[in-house]
């Protein structure tokens, strides 16, 4: 059958009755069967116990058809990084090793299984004259899928190539299909669609794939926040896995720098996952970026293929739906994360106010502490604001700058050192530490002077913020517009 305009597609009812397209009064003759028994072709459906393949889109199935066999690679979503259709004749009972090859990262070492069957059976039609001359065609597939034996489904897809039919005998055949409860679409669905019906099972609520989500609307919770997050960065590392290890490219450079910048931007989500979840991925990234860097020929297939390396893609998993830190509610994730905005703000008001008053280091040792939680925090809401998140960011940054000229902990260093020193490296450690003690009486009457109006910037950046995520998350926190300037004092 031809794939042009002139092809009409159906979906009908696995029992609804059988179109009658006769029609004298139009010129149409009862149709002619290609042939006296339909045609049969079943699939075998292969996938891990959880799944992972068909949630990500892929069908991997055994084709029996005429009597031969063959191996059916599905994977439209993932072209041209994996076939859309390929078939690869049956000469042993195992998967191609090629193909289990190219659906490593996806299998993460879980063995395959048969999940489920389909039977299509095909009655091909020919629409005619009533003097017999063919017009065009109809194929009807009755399909039936099963799990464990069980139907699970069973239903019609229907084409129709109108060939040379007249615009009227268009219009009659298409009545006939809806009279038989046809229901016309632009196109039927992929086979991997169809087939995700074996998926729908309690016992794999949660299992997820390394595929990328729709868009994640900000009343979504947390951890689908961070799931569609933590899919996103998977994904383009794959994509990149995929172009190397399906042969489409020899250069490994593209995933090189997937990996380190997906090491680079996974830590966003840490401040909302369990101490050390995010620093093991990136560690783990950063290790395989290094390692593949000039990797050629078999030590690339090595590491490719490696144990270490696919269990990035394992922890990756896992982290697609998180168990979240201790503190992390169960609202919105715009609610929670605007919370924390809050919170972080006022902590930062607080002390960049009680900073200078302090008589020893501990108020700007406490106020560089809250300015990095403040740029940690705003780039967790770059999620779900990125324009406003990156504002509050920058503001939060130029005060973390600031307050860490403020605390040099090299001071403390040199003066523990001088115990320990002669009297010729007391004199340069001494002139060392006056040299430094006197920078940070700088930084120190630097950020007093310059703080009333930086509080200001810090302030109307994170109420932006807050308002673009529609909380009103500033009813506790000082305004700095009616915060007392306090005491100027420095510690040198």
Same mark, same amino acid.
């Given at each position: 059958?031809?794939?042009? +305009? ?75 990084? *994996? ?9 042993? #009972? ?17 063995? =395959? ?38 139907? @699970? ?17 268009? !219009? ?22 169809? @087939?995700?019906?074996? +998926? ?9 794939? =390394?595929?990328? +989500? ?27 896995? @995929? ?15 997937? *990996? ?12 909302? *996952? ?49 168990? @979240? ?17 809050? !919170? ?7 002390? #960049? ?8 280091? +501990? ?72 040299? *430094? ?32 995520? #529609? ?22």
């Amino acid at each position: 059958m031809s794939e042009g +305009t002139t092809v009409r597609r159906y979906e009908m009812r696995d029992l609804a009755a059988a179109p009658r397209f006769a029609n004298p009064d139009l010129g149409l003759g009862n149709p002619a069967m290609v042939s006296t028994r339909p045609a049969l072709s079943d699939l075998t459906i292969l996938d891990t116990a959880d799944h992972r393949l068909l949630r990500a889109g892929i069908v991997l199935a055994h084709r029996s058809m005429d009597g031969e066999g063959a191996w059916l690679l599905a994977a439209p979503t993932w072209s041209p990084q *994996l076939p859309a259709e390929h078939v690869e004749a049956m000469t042993s #009972g195992d998967v191609p090793e090629a193909i289990q090859a190219v659906l490593a990262p996806l299998l993460r070492g879980a063995p =395959l299984a048969p999940v489920g069957t389909q039977r299509r059976s095909r009655v091909t039609y020919l629409v005619r004259t009533t003097d017999r001359v063919p017009l065009g065609s109809v194929v009807d597939d009755h399909v039936t899928i099963r799990r464990d034996g069980e139907v @699970l489904t069973q239903y019609r897809e229907v084409c129709v190539d109108t060939g040379t039919m007249s615009r009227t005998q268009v !219009e009659w055949v298409d009545e006939v299909l809806r009279g038989a409860e046809g229901i016309r679409v632009d196109r039927q669905l992929p086979l991997a669609s169809r @087939l995700r019906i074996l +998926t729908n099972d309690d016992a794999f609520t949660g299992a997820i794939d =390394l595929s990328v +989500t729709g868009p994640v609307d900000t009343d979504a919770s947390m951890a689908e926040i961070v799931g569609h997050f933590i899919s996103q960065g998977a994904h383009e590392v794959l994509l990149a896995d @995929l172009n190397v290890r399906s042969g489409r490219t020899r250069k490994v450079q593209p995933l090189v720098r997937a *990996l380190r910048r997906f090491a680079s931007e996974v830590p966003v989500v840490a401040p909302v *996952l369990p101490h050390g979840h995010i620093d093991e991925l990136a560690r783990e990234l950063l290790w395989a970026a290094d390692e593949l860097d000039g990797a050629f020929g078999a030590d690339q297939e090595e590491l490719l293929t490696g144990d270490r390396y696919l269990g990035i893609f394992e922890r990756i998993s896992k982290l697609r739906t998180p168990t @979240l830190a201790q503190g992390i509610g169960t609202g919105s994730a715009r609610e929670e994360i605007g919370g924390m905005v809050a !919170e972080a703000l006022d902590a930062m008001l607080r002390a #960049g106010r009680a900073a200078p008053h302090t008589l020893d280091d +501990t108020g700007w040792k406490t106020a560089a502490a809250a300015a990095e939680r403040l740029v940690v925090t705003a780039e967790l809401a770059a999620l779900l604001a990125p324009k406003q998140a990156r504002k509050l960011r920058n503001r939060a940054s130029e005060l973390f700058d600031g307050l860490v000229a403020c605390d040099n902990d090299e001071l403390q260093a040199l003066r523990a050192s001088l115990g320990s020193s002669s009297p010729e490296e007391a004199f340069g450690i001494g002139r060392r530490y006056a040299g *430094l003690a006197d920078t940070r009486a700088e930084a120190r009457t630097e950020f007093t002077e310059h703080w009333p109006k930086d509080r200001r910037k810090v302030y109307k950046a994170a109420r932006e913020l807050l308002e673009r995520l #529609g909380i009103d998350g500033l009813e506790t926190t000082e305004d700095p517009e009616s915060a007392p300037a306090g005491d100027t004092r420095t510690d040198g």
